[in-house]
């Protein structure tokens, strides 16, 4: 466990969840059973949640002016939007195409308000379905600059900061090739050298935690580039690396140490809980899960 000094100063979790944001990935599944974005809204405004971060599939499903409506009455903000990204193809219609839908996803953001849209940046084009249309992976970095690049144009046009996440590198290969906080703060600095806040990154610790540059990267980052932070924790063994994500307290991630790097290079925004479990949160009533991620936000995060 690391010491008081190792971690710092950090602001006081412990009388109240003000700065805790649910991620609707979370309670995507209740029980065994998808659950409508309309009624995990529902759910969060009953625990005093203050923001989510809402899934673009969710809200499509409900509809995106009833989710507008819905968080107003509730008084619910957002901590991001899940999720733009997803920028390279095999031709100039694939990549066309992306640009389009990330038009669309920033719009979207906009209309909800959201601090940020948050890019899973993509990788080889085919891959998740089994069938990569190329293996060059530079050509895919090479792709997601260009697109952007490009969407950053749009986004700033209407003043929506976009948020580069940073992947595990397991997967390289099919959702992000962007996969160290380094790489994506060389694409800020590069796209971004003024630091305007257009662009930025998000920091989910699930795929981060074990990066020996992580403090230092963060600290490069500073409060003008880190948009978003999202928590969860890293179990051992890990049954599924992708939806076998634990709840906070209960893997190996120095949550605290990290919060503390962030909030010292001045973030001091929403500790986001992204929770995918498939084989066990997720088979759990989603009130008990939102019990739980306030607990926990009050002594792990």
């Known amino acids: 466990m690391a010491s008081k ?6 602001r006081d ?22 659950v409508p974005l309309d009624r995990i809204i529902d759910q969060c405004a009953a625990h005093g ?22 968080l107003k009455a509730h008084g619910i903000g957002l901590s991001g939007y899940c999720r733009g990204g997803f920028f390279p193809a095999p031709d100039l219609s694939g990549l066309r195409a992306a640009l389009d839908d990330n038009r669309r996803a920033i719009d979207e953001a906009k209309t909800l308000d959201a601090p940020c849209l948050v890019l899973v940046v993509g990788a080889l084009p085919g891959a998740l379905e089994g069938k990569a249309a190329y293996k060059n992976l530079a050509r895919a970095r090479a792709e997601v600059h260009d697109g952007i690049a490009e969407s950053l144009r749009y986004a700033r046009e209407v003043g929506m900061p976009l948020a580069i996440e940073p992947l595990h590198p397991m997967q390289a290969a099919d959702r992000a090739c962007i996969n160290t906080l380094e790489q994506a703060l060389d694409l800020c600095d590069e796209l971004d050298p003024q630091r305007t806040g ?5 920091v989910d610790v699930y795929h981060v935690w074990w990066d020996p540059k992580l403090k230092q990267q963060i600290a490069r980052a500073g409060r003008d580039r880190l948009l978003a932070y999202h928590v969860c924790d890293w179990l051992t063994p890990t049954r599924d690396l992708l939806s076998d ?4 307290g209960d893997g190996i991630v120095e949550l605290r140490k990290i919060r503390a790097w962030m909030e010292g290079a001045g ?3 929403f500790s986001e809980v992204e929770i995918f479990s498939q084989l066990d949160w997720w088979q759990r009533p989603g009130e008990e899960t939102l019990a739980t991620c306030i607990e926990r ?5």
């Open 5 to 10: 000094a190792e971690v710092g100063a950090v």
């Open 13 to 34: 979790f412990s009388a109240d969840h003000r700065w805790l944001s649910i991620n609707t990935a979370t309670l995507r599944k209740q029980q065994g059973a998808e």
């Open 49 to 70: 949640i203050g923001a989510i971060s809402p899934w673009r599939d969710q809200v499509a499903a409900v509809g995106l002016g009833r989710v507008a409506k819905q």
């Open 198 to 202: 257009a662009l930025g990154v998000a």
């Open 245 to 248: 994500r634990g709840m906070m």
């Open 267 to 269: 973030f001091d925004g």
């Open 297 to 301: 936000h009050r002594s792990c995060v």
